[in-house]
Each structure stands twice: as C-alpha cells, then as structure tokens.
C-alpha cells in the first residue's frame, strides 16, 4: 500500500527542505520512535524538521505523489502512541515553527505556531493579564499543535473548557498539499461544517495544523486551593458532585490516590506528611478577582467536604504552598510511570458516576489480578487508570488484561462515558473503539477521513 523513501525520495525532499533539517540517521531517528506511551517503538524513515507551512506543503505533495505515509509529531508527549510512524515513512517534527505570531490584545486572541510550547504561550500572555486557560499536566514540554490534535484537556477543563473553547480558526495542510484556513477569528461561526473544531482531537489524521488563531480571557487575580484527605476513594468521589449541586464551580478539582502521592513523594523528595488513615485526596482550587468572596467559597466547599467524613482540609497559605501543590499533582503521571510497569487508560464518566467507576475499577482489578492507581480531574468526570504490572505473569499482562480493560471500557460506556477523555485513541486504545462505535458510526468517521486523506497517508495506523 505504501512505498519506502528511496534515495531518489530523498533527493526530492531535499529540494524543498535544507538537508541539515532532514534526519535519517538512526541515533537521531532514535529520538522520534516513541512517545510517552509504554514501550513501543517504530522508527521513521526520514524526520523533516520544516520553517514554514510552504516547506509542509511541498514535502506532503512529495508524499501524496508518491505514497509514502507521514507522521505529524509534537513534542512526543502523547499518551496513546498518536506520533508514532507505525507504518515508517516520513514524521514531520514541529519543533522549528515555534513562535508566537501575533498577541492581539483587542480581540483577545492570539496567532501561534504548532510548535509553542503551552506554557510558553501562557506566559507570554500573562505578562499582558491574559490567561490561555488549557494546562494539560505537560504543560512544561508539550506543543499546543499536539493539544489541538488531541482535543487536550486538564486541570481547569473543570471551569473554563477544554481547547475545543479556544482554538477559533487553524491554518492547515491537507494531504494533498493544498494550504487552507478552516474557518474564521470569530467567537461565534454559523457557516457551515465547522471544520475548525473537525481538526480538534483528530489526531493529525485529516491534516497538518501549522498555525491556530486561540482565544484569550482576562486573567483571573486571585485563587486559592485547597488539599482534602479522605477516609476513602468513594467518599472523596462522592465530594465532587456534591460540590457542583451547592452552586459551586471550581477552576480546578483533582482527584488522587494514595499510592500516587506517596510516590510522587519518594520520587520527588518531599517533606509532606500524609494522614495514614487516608487513602484519597482532592485538589480544589477556586478563582476569580474577590478575595473576600473566594474565601466564603472555600468555607462552602469546607462544610460541603464534612458532610463526607473528609479527615483534614490544608489550605495552601502561600504561592510557593500552592507551586508545591500543584506540582505534586502535574508529576503524579511521571512518577508512577518511573515506579512500574504500566498501561494508562484514560476513562471519562459523567461526575456524579465517579464513585460507581472507583469501585467498579478496583472490583475489575481483583478479578484480573492487577492493582491501580488512580488520579485525575475528577470535576469533569476524568480518571487516569495506571494499571500496575506488579505480580502479573507475562502471559496475563499481554493477553488476558485486555479482556480487564475490555471490562473496564465496557463499564464507563454503561456508565455513560467513553474511553478517552483527552488522552486520544491513537494506536493504543483504537482495538477498543468497536465498544464505543457501532459499524455506523465508524464508516462515518471512516468517510471523513477518505474525503480528506483518500490515500490514507497521513498518520495511518491511528484511530481506527
Ligand atoms: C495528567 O493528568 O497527569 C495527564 O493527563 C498525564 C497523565 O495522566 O500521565
Ligand atoms: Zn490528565
């Protein structure tokens, strides 16, 4: 179905790229063959690292004409194998268009490069008072070209969206090499198929994003956070809803198991002591621009937290409290993954069935023999499995735990919920996308993806 880069290939790429900006060397290649993903590992065969969306287009006709698969790659951050050249052929890294164009203050928006990184983008626009509100845990190193792919969430999903409320307009490459703008820099858009929010979350299957017009807000003065620990999973679980039916809406609520925290605190070296009754904690911060009125919030959430036996509230008194914090939460990801051998499923529930998901999680865990530790954005309804090798025979860690994850899978759909809340599907989950989908829906999807790819060249191997 596709061809390999021949040395005439590569002699047509470099006519249209300089050939310091065309990897092929293995070591270097080396770099690109996996992701965040557990272990897999797929080398490309070329890595083009281009300037401009002239440089995408030209390489993208090399390969539209001559079959040859392409992988849009971000930082490699992703979780769920979406960057990986499964099938070789050429990845295109964002890295070089990494600038932030244009901070428009009256509009509040901002035109971006892929390869910004997240936080980069969000402190350039609080320096101006601005907030760009979409923080996913890896906000440090993630490109906000890979967020727009992935749909990408976080901490503050809670309140202020996911980057589906942001991105108004993209600038993309299509397989083809055609140059297009999906939509218009406007809040609203009643004019069409909204392609814009079409190219949200799918996964560099139907083009190359190479700039996005975001939406800003003004930036919030105040926040304060709070640390609940609780007694169990589903009392902290239950909490969370509890919270939202009092009125209240949190700029960000965070569940986390005892296990995580306990090693994000070897792993880190902290000096944080944990109530040894506890077995879960929240994360609750609240934000807005009245101190006075914030504090009486944390006094609602304080009484609300009681009614659920919660052990102890730590109020975070200073910037550097709240840092530590929030770090402890953001590093979470990576510590348990420096712990164990694991596989991360990313499920979504509506938020009042967070309690039915935690037991039903655990209940699957002790029939399939693994353990798990939990943590996420509990206020959306968002828990990130880390599924513990720990004890198990190779034999049941490769074959019979998918039928625990089928399980599990099974359990957030009857729930009402899906199988990924803001990780993707990509290469790892998509065996899993027949639960969610029936043939319909997946010939539908599969439609799209032939209207704009017919070759299917770009990121093959992904979603379905
Ligand atoms: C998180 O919430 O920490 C991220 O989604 C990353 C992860 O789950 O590892
Ligand atoms: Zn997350």
Redesign the pocket.
């Known amino acids: 179905m596709y061809n390999k880069i021949t040395i005439d290939i590569l002699n047509l790429f470099k006519q249209v790229i300089d050939s310091n900006r065309l990897l092929v060397d293995t070591n270097q290649l080396a770099d690109y063959a996996h992701d965040?993903t557990e272990d897999f590992h797929f080398f490309p065969e070329a890595v083009a690292l281009p300037e401009s969306p002239d440089e995408i287009a030209a390489l993208i006709k090399i390969c539209h004409t001559h079959r040859i698969p392409v992988t849009p790659r971000g930082a490699g951050t992703g979780?769920s194998g979406g960057s990986l050249a499964v099938h070789g052929g050429l990845m295109i890294g964002m890295e070089r268009m990494n600038q932030i164009l244009e901070i428009d203050e009256q509009n509040l928006q901002a035109t971006v490069e892929p390869g910004v990184i997240t936080e980069v983008l969000m402190q350039a626009v609080a320096e101006k008072g601005l907030l760009y509100p979409v923080d996913?845990?890896?906000k440090g190193s993630c490109f906000i070209g890979g967020n727009i792919s992935y749909g990408s969430?976080?901490?503050r999903v809670v309140k202020y969206g996911t980057i589906r409320e942001y991105i108004l307009n993209l600038q993309v490459v299509l397989p083809n090499g055609e140059i297009i703008w999906t939509g218009a820099n406007t809040l609203k858009y009643a004019s069409g198929y909204n392609l814009t929010q079409l190219f949200i979350g799918a996964e560099g299957t139907l083009g190359i994003i190479c700039k996005a017009v975001v939406k800003l807000i003004p930036k919030p003065a105040e926040n304060l956070l709070l640390f609940a620990s609780f007694r169990s999973n589903e009392l902290a679980c239950e909490a969370v809803s509890a919270i939202f039916r009092k009125g209240i809406v949190p700029s960000a609520l965070e569940f986390m198991e005892r296990k995580g925290v306990a090693w994000v605190i070897e792993h880190e070296h902290l000096t944080f002591n944990l109530m040894p009754e506890a077995e879960a904690f929240l994360l609750i911060e609240v934000d807005g621009n009245q101190l006075d009125e914030l504090m009486r919030v944390c006094e609602q959430i304080n009484d609300t937290l009681e009614h659920y036996h919660c052990l102890d509230v730590l109020f975070a008194e200073s910037a550097s409290q709240k840092e530590s914090l929030w770090h402890l939460?953001?590093i979470?990801?990576?510590s348990?993954?420096s712990k164990a051998i694991y596989k991360?499923e990313?499920t979504v529930v509506p938020r009042a069935a967070l309690p039915t998901l935690i037991r039903g999680i655990k209940d699957i865990g002790q029939r399939y023999g693994f353990e798990s530790v939990c943590?996420?954005?509990a206020g959306d309804g968002n828990l990130?499995v880390?599924i513990l090798k720990g004890e198990m025979s190779a034999d049941d860690w490769n074959n019979r735990l998918k039928e625990g994850i089928r399980e599990l899978f099974e359990l957030t759909i009857k729930l009402g919920g899906t199988i990924s809340g803001?990780?993707g599907i990509g290469l790892v989950q998509r065996e899993y996308m027949p639960l969610k989908y029936t043939p319909l829906h997946l010939e539908l999807m599969q439609g799209i993806k032939k209207v704009f790819d017919p070759h299917q060249i770009l990121n093959p191997g992904k979603i379905f």
């Open positions: 965040e979780l996913p845990a890896s969430g976080g901490p939460r953001r979470m990801g990576v348990v993954k991360e990313d943590y996420g954005h990130h880390n803001e990780h």
